[in-house]
């Protein structure tokens, strides 16, 4: 079945800095894909729709300066945390559809200390 | 009021038993419908996919839609502990939100032998 994989599974990083998280499609191509988040006991709420050679559509509330996105491949969508305090630790989750359905890679759970 | 609602439990069974799990949904555009299942610290997995009103039936599982009432179902037949996880609802509309999933806040499950 279709793969998608995610990278780091988890990270610690300081405040300020910057965190990236990729996605891959390990065994087709995705020319869109999707990023979430969940925080602890809550369900996924989409950030933004990665789509391959074009900007990444953000919803609502969230900052497109703060969570770069480039999807510059069919098989590569990147997530990047930039200047990330505290607040911003949750679990990140990518997706991307496949026939029938979404898949989705395992996460990432980020951690700002 | 969400556009997506599904109770969060905590839901306990006992090996064996039937399992029903539900959604209500507000928006009138969503037409397609998934469940997913969660463990924890991981991506969502795929169970069921449907896209039209009635019942739809893969081994132990049967998504259940109507879409008069707004309405979806899963049903687990002879439950297993290792079915203990949390379950998401997820809704998509076509068009221009093609690939966008609403989820519902997931509703946890422990299956006890």
């Known amino acids: 079945g279709a793969v998608v994989s995610q990278h780091p599974s988890w990270v610690i990083c300081k405040s300020g800095t910057s965190v990236k998280i990729e996605c891959r499609s390990l065994?087709?191509?995705?020319?869109?894909m999707f990023w979430y988040r969940q925080f602890p006991k809550q369900s996924l709420m989409l950030m933004a729709t990665s789509n391959e050679g074009s900007k990444a559509t953000y919803e609502q509330g969230v900052e497109k300066d703060k969570f770069l996105i480039n999807h510059a491949s069919l098989t590569l969508s990147t997530l990047t945390v930039t200047s990330a305090h505290p607040e911003d630790s949750s679990f990140y989750i990518c997706?991307?559809?496949?026939?029938?359905?979404?898949?989705f890679g395992s996460g990432t759970r980020l951690t700002v200390v | 009021q969400k556009e997506v609602e599904q109770d969060p439990g905590p839901l306990s069974v006992p090996e064996g038993a039937i399992v029903s799990l539900n959604c209500t949904y507000s928006?009138?555009?969503?037409?397609?419908f998934m469940w997913y299942r969660q463990y924890s610290r991981k991506g969502p997995e795929l169970l069921m996919y449907?896209?039209?009103?009635g019942n739809k039936e893969d081994g132990r599982f049967t998504a259940q839609v109507d879409k008069s009432s707004k309405y979806i179902s899963l049903f687990i037949r002879d439950s297993q502990p290792s079915d203990s996880a949390t379950y998401l609802c997820a809704m998509s509309a076509g068009g221009t939100s093609y690939g966008k999933l609403t989820f519902g806040q997931g509703t946890i499950l422990t299956v006890h032998p």
């Open positions: 928006n009138s555009a969503f037409q397609y």
């Open positions: 065994d087709f191509q995705a020319t869109t």
């Open positions: 449907t896209y039209s009103s």
């Open positions: 997706s991307a559809r496949q026939g029938q359905g979404y898949t």
